[in-house]
């Protein structure tokens, strides 16, 4: 039986990585706001 989560790495990436929240303000505001990690 295969388990629940079948990780993928690029399709995380693609939802939660950089490049997904350059487009939307997040990393703006947290660069405005001083923050030493922008993003994960």
Do not use: W
């Not at 990780?7 to 487009?23: D, I, L, Q, T």
């Amino acid at each position: 039986m295969k388990s629940t989560y079948q990780p993928n790495n690029r399709k995380k990436a693609k939802k939660h990585g950089f490049f997904a929240r350059k487009e939307t303000n997040i990393l703006k505001n947290r660069s405005k706001k001083g923050r030493k990690v922008l993003s994960k």
